[in-house]
């Protein structure tokens, strides 16, 4: 398989701007029905989750003994296989699909559900981009930084498997004022006023702080007086191009604010 760090710039524009972590874990899956191997993805991706993919490589003569379940740092479950074939998928017997492997994206935007790829003759079974079996939408407007993991479970006794590689891209969006909400939508939503348009909610950054004391009061009026009617400095609270009298009105209306 092409390494993650190389395949990303050759994937979608919008794939390859996602941040990429990879896990760590036993790559051996037990295979007495009841145990799991579980592979741990560290990110230290700050803000809220906006969208993630999840890349697998597994190594296993039979996908239908597979369980394979995401979970977020606060155990937040993403299942992205449920034995695929299971309990009917046109194979000989209750056995589910009898392909080899998994080597590839699974993606919410994909237009084929992995579980469905199941062939004779294609070698690894699935692969490609492919849908999981619940959506990784799951995990949007959760903490992106934090332990995630990947767990492997071989439900059936008999085929042996093992895990190549786990990574997870994650695209996240910051959350300044911690309110659960990505900072973006807030201000278009109007749930945070962006005064000087700079991308960053008010109550995060106060504006009308341009002396940086923490607080709006005298020491900021008096600023924004002394440069009234220049281009383009601090004392332009509101960001549009000139110190005004627009100024002014939001010092006061802020005042002992911030």
Same mark, same amino acid.
């Given at each position: 398989m092409?390494?993650?760090?190389?395949?990303?710039?050759?994937?979608?524009?919008?794939?390859?701007?996602?941040?990429?972590?990879?896990?760590?874990?036993?790559?051996?899956?037990?295979?007495?029905?009841?145990?799991?191997?579980t592979?741990?993805?560290?990110?230290?991706?700050?803000?809220l989750?906006?969208?993630?993919?999840l890349?697998?490589?597994?190594?296993h003569?039979?996908?239908?003994?597979?369980?394979i379940?995401?979970r977020?740092?606060?155990?937040?479950?993403?299942?992205?296989?449920?034995?695929?074939?299971?309990?009917?998928?046109?194979?000989?017997?209750?056995w589910?699909?009898?392909g080899?492997?998994?080597?590839?994206?699974?993606?919410d935007d994909?237009?084929?559900?992995g579980?469905?790829?199941c062939?004779?003759?294609?070698v690894?079974?699935?692969?490609?981009?492919?849908?999981?079996?619940?959506?990784?939408?799951?995990?949007?407007?959760l903490?992106?930084?934090?332990?995630?993991t990947v767990?492997?479970?071989?439900?059936?006794?008999?085929?042996?498997?093992?895990?190549?590689?786990?990574?997870?891209?994650?695209? @996240? %969006?910051? &959350?300044?004022?911690?309110n !659960?909400v *990505? /900072?973006?939508? +807030?201000?278009?939503n109007? @749930? %945070?006023e &962006?005064?000087?348009?700079n !991308?960053? *909610? /008010?109550?995060? +950054?106060?504006?009308?702080? @341009?002396?940086?004391d923490?607080?709006?009061g005298v020491?900021?009026?008096l600023?924004?007086?002394?440069?009234?009617?220049?281009?383009?400095?601090?004392?332009?609270?509101?960001?549009?191009?000139i110190?005004?009298?627009?100024?002014?009105?939001l010092?006061?209306d802020?005042?002992n604010g911030?």
């Amino acid at each position: 398989m092409t390494p993650l760090p190389m395949l990303l710039p050759m994937l979608s524009g919008s794939l390859a701007l996602g941040a990429p972590f990879c896990g760590t874990g036993p790559t051996t899956i037990p295979d007495d029905g009841t145990s799991s191997t579980t592979w741990t993805i560290s990110v230290d991706a700050e803000g809220l989750v906006t969208e993630a993919r999840l890349q697998l490589d597994v190594a296993h003569p039979w996908v239908g003994d597979l369980e394979i379940t995401l979970r977020s740092p606060d155990g937040t479950p993403v299942t992205i296989i449920d034995r695929p074939g299971m309990p009917d998928g046109g194979w000989m017997g209750p056995w589910g699909c009898g392909g080899d492997d998994i080597d590839g994206f699974f993606d919410d935007d994909a237009t084929t559900v992995g579980e469905t790829m199941c062939s004779t003759t294609e070698v690894p079974v699935m692969h490609g981009n492919m849908m999981p079996a619940e959506p990784l939408a799951t995990v949007t407007g959760l903490w992106a930084q934090g332990d995630w993991t990947v767990e492997f479970l071989d439900a059936s006794p008999i085929d042996a498997g093992y895990v190549r590689d786990a990574c997870l891209i994650i695209y @996240t %969006s910051p &959350d300044c004022n911690a309110n !659960g909400v *990505p /900072d973006g939508n +807030d201000i278009e939503n109007g @749930t %945070s006023e &962006d005064i000087d348009g700079n !991308g960053i *909610p /008010d109550d995060c +950054d106060c504006p009308t702080d @341009t002396t940086g004391d923490g607080v709006t009061g005298v020491d900021d009026l008096l600023m924004v007086i002394s440069q009234f009617g220049q281009e383009q400095t601090d004392a332009d609270v509101n960001g549009n191009g000139i110190v005004d009298i627009q100024d002014i009105l939001l010092i006061i209306d802020m005042w002992n604010g911030c």
